[in-house]
């Protein structure tokens, strides 16, 4: 069964600022994904990482992957207010033909002036 | 193009009724997925369906929970005999078969 744990789970931080949100799993998952969610909305997805290594960037998000630490790490750079929401890792579990998400339980950043 | 639909947007009823939650996938999306967002318990993964083969229904909590997609495109949550512990937001994802999942906004239900 995956596991899928993140943090940290509450983070507030200054604009300007950098930092790092981690996300580790426990078993071998196919592909890593980073989503955001605004308050009252719903997911949209960020990153996928599909190997050992990969990165991603997006303006002043970067995901990247290490399957042998079964870590992935968002990292975010110069913080602005407009980042404020709430980021989910989530590794897919691909069995018997299905293919589910298991998602961490999110880390609510708040970027404050 | 338009993305996941789902409705209602918000469903309250009361302990012991039956509710549909309705979702309508993007098009030319083979798999379909249903998820539960809860305080208490997070996301959780209920019912994966891809194309006319068997759903993948391992993430349903009970028996009360059941779910169907007609046509391979439309896919309705059945939720029968609700409880107050099944208030959460119940959230659809679509996608081409193991490639990213795009979610639907959710309805948020709320069992009185």
């Known amino acids: 069964e995956l596991k899928v744990e993140q943090n940290p789970l509450f983070l507030s931080m200054q604009e300007g600022k950098n930092y790092t949100i981690y996300c580790n799993y426990s078993t071998t998952s196919d592909r890593l994904y980073w989503y955001r969610q605004d308050p009252g909305k719903s997911l949209e997805s960020l990153f996928v990482?599909?190997?050992?290594?990969a990165v991603k960037q997006e303006g002043r998000l970067m995901a990247s992957l290490d399957t042998k630490a079964r870590l992935s790490t968002l990292h975010i750079t110069a913080a602005v207010h407009d980042l404020s929401a709430t980021y989910f890792c989530a590794g897919l579990y691909s069995g018997a033909g299905s293919y589910q998400l298991t998602f961490g339980k999110g880390t609510k950043l708040s970027v404050i002036p | 193009g338009a993305g996941v639909s789902q409705s209602p947007s918000n469903k309250v009823t009361e302990k012991g009724k039956d509710v549909e939650l309705r979702c309508d996938p993007i098009?030319?999306?083979?798999?379909l997925y249903w998820y539960r967002q809860s305080l208490g318990q997070g996301l959780e993964f209920l019912i994966y369906f891809q194309g006319n083969s068997a759903p993948d229904k391992s993430g349903l909590p009970s028996d009360r929970f059941s779910a169907e997609r007609t046509g391979g495109s439309v896919s309705t949550l059945t939720i029968q005999r609700t409880q107050q512990e099944d208030s959460a937001v119940y959230l659809c994802?679509?996608?081409?078969?193991?490639?990213?999942?795009?979610f639907g906004p959710g309805t948020r239900l709320t069992v009185l």
């Open positions: 994802a679509s996608s081409s078969a193991g490639f990213t999942q795009y």
């Open positions: 990482l599909l190997s050992n290594g």
């Open positions: 098009s030319g999306h083979t798999a």
